[in-house]
Structures are given as structure tokens and as C-alpha cells.
């Protein structure tokens, strides 16, 4: 009879777990769902980050469509037309080979923004998984990533990226490729940050008690609650891509021709930047749009889904 009630009790308590947590759930349920609601109208309150937005997504319509938008093929080029100032038949000039210069500058956007999103999704890769081994695993595993942490934190990314770029070449996969490689630090640090801390609340241990596996609680209750501050830095961390990408290209060491891009057309226009302001102008215009659409939409994120304001 002892052995029958001891065993009852021993399969009442799963039971009762779940239930203590299934209360618990839907209260952090019901607290995401307003949380996002007032994180939305947080965000349409500043100025800054819709002015931000409307850029970003016209900048981006312009690069998907750019072969309907571009007067012309950014290859097109004429020495009868070259070196030629805004005009009705070109309404941003020409270069020194007599490419159309608007033609060539939405194309280089459309350079600027897939290194800008593709070196980001490479960072991602690299980042959120290292990011995670060391928040859960802790240990040995957290030791080493952070480890690699400090050495690549210990060199400036413009420098480590140039010394990448040199060591495997230039062209648009290679440099998506070694922005990436430099980016993921702040991703993995920041998620490792969060999962430390999230991983003592309430709801995780309530989780562990009914029997659920690492896996499942880093997908279900601990990645959902650090995704915020994720977001934000991921929307940063485009902006600062692009300017990488930019800068390597003013180098000469990043994107060569044919593609354009607007680091690139920069440098080219430097020795007539006197005679001929429209070509350095132009390019220069595009990078500083791109870079404070992206950040105003990164700036109203993080004061969209600060924690402390809500």
C-alpha cells in the first residue's frame, strides 16, 4: 500500500510541475505579445528611426530593381561623353570613360547592400552559435571563445579586415567573407551576456524541472528573450559593414572593376574632385545614406526594445 501511494506521488509530481509551469508560460506569452505591441509604437514615435526606415526601404527597392530604374547597364560607356556634368540627358553626369553616372551609382548600392546584408548573415553564423556554446556550455567551451574573443577584439577590424583581404583577394565574395569574419565578435559577447543572465530567471529552471534538454530550452525560452538587443545590434552592425566595404574599395583593395562601387567610384574621382565635384559628391551622398537609414533604424530599435523604458 506504502509502495503504491509513494509511486503515485512520484508520477504526481512531472504533473504538478507542468502545471505550475503551464500558468507561468502564458503569462510570458501574454507579456511578449504587449511588450511587442508597445515596442511598435514606441518605434513609429521617433522621428529618426521612420525618417531612417523610409530610406532604407527606398535605398533597397532602387537595388532590387535596379535594372528597371538605371537609365542604363553600369558596363555602357561612351569617351564621347566622358567627364560630362549633371545635365537633362544625365541627370548625374558622367565619369572618365563616360559611364552614366546615375546607372553607376545605383549599382554600387546594390554592391554596398548585399556585402552589407551577406557579411551580417556570415556574422550570424559564426556568432550565434559560438555565442551560444559559451552561454550554455560555460566551462571549457566558454574559456575558449572567449579566448578568441580578446584576440580579435586586441586588433582594429578595419586593419584585421585589410590584412584578410590581402592574405585571400579582393571581389565580392571574398570581401563579404572577411566583413564577416570581423563582425561576429559583438554578436557572440552579446548573446553570451544575455544567456547568462536569462538563464537563471524563473521560467528556465521551471523548464529544467519537467525534463527538458539544453536544446530545447535555449530554442523555446532563452534565444527568444536575448532576441532584442539581437536585433539591434544585427541592424547596426549593417551600416558598419557597408562603410568596411566602402573603405576596402577606396583602398583599392576591396571590389574592383567591373562591378561598381561607391568606394571605389570615390577613389577614382579623388585626383578630380576640383574640376569635377559630381563624381566624388554622388558616391559619397549614397554611403552616408545608406549608413544613417540603417543606424536611425538601429537607434529606434534599441529605444523601442529597451527594457527600461517599458
Not at 537595388?63 to 561623353?81: E, G, H, N, Q
Request: proline share 5%; net charge positive.
Amino acid at each position: 500500500m506504502a509502495t503504491e501511494t509513494g509511486g503515485r506521488r512520484a508520477l504526481a509530481r512531472p504533473t504538478a510541475a507542468r502545471e505550475a509551469v503551464s500558468p507561468l508560460a502564458g503569462e510570458v506569452a501574454r507579456r511578449h505579445r504587449s511588450n511587442a505591441g508597445m515596442a511598435t509604437r514606441r518605434f513609429f514615435r521617433h522621428r529618426l528611426a521612420v525618417a531612417g526606415l523610409v530610406v532604407t526601404v527606398a535605398l533597397i527597392s532602387v537595388a532590387l530593381f535596379a535594372p528597371v530604374i538605371a537609365p542604363t547597364s553600369y558596363k555602357d560607356a561612351s569617351l564621347i561623353d566622358a567627364n560630362k556634368f549633371p545635365s537633362r540627358e544625365f541627370l548625374l553626369g558622367t565619369d572618365a570613360i563616360g559611364h552614366d553616372y546615375l546607372s553607376r551609382i545605383i549599382y554600387g548600392l546594390r554592391t554596398s547592400l548585399l556585402v552589407g546584408f551577406a557579411a551580417v548573415a556570415v556574422a550570424i553564423a559564426i556568432g550565434i552559435p559560438l555565442g551560444l556554446l559559451a552561454g550554455l556550455r560555460g566551462g571549457w567551451a566558454d574559456f575558449l571563445v572567449m579566448r578568441v574573443v580578446e584576440v580579435m577584439t586586441a586588433f582594429p577590424g578595419i586593419l584585421f579586415a585589410i590584412f584578410l583581404v590581402t592574405v585571400v583577394g579582393s571581389g565580392v565574395g571574398n570581401v563579404i567573407l572577411v566583413i564577416g569574419v570581423t563582425s561576429w565578435v559583438t554578436l557572440c559577447r552579446l548573446l553570451r551576456a544575455q544567456l547568462l543572465t536569462l538563464r537563471e530567471q524563473e521560467y528556465v529552471t521551471a523548464a529544467r524541472s519537467i525534463g527538458a534538454n539544453e536544446l530545447s530550452v535555449a530554442v523555446k525560452h532563452l534565444l527568444p528573450n536575448a532576441l532584442a538587443p539581437l536585433i539591434v545590434a544585427v541592424t547596426l552592425a549593417i551600416p558598419t559593414a557597408i562603410f568596411t566595404e566602402a573603405g576596402l574599395s577606396f583602398l583599392g583593395i576591396g571590389i574592383n572593376e567591373p562591378t561598381p562601387s561607391l568606394g571605389k567610384m570615390v577613389a577614382d574621382s579623388a585626383q578630380f574632385i576640383r574640376v569635377y565635384w559630381h563624381l566624388a559628391l554622388f558616391p559619397t551622398l549614397a554611403i552616408a545614406l545608406a549608413m544613417l537609414g540603417f543606424t536611425f533604424v538601429g537607434d529606434g530599435l534599441r529605444d523601442a526594445l529597451d527594457p527600461r523604458q517599458q
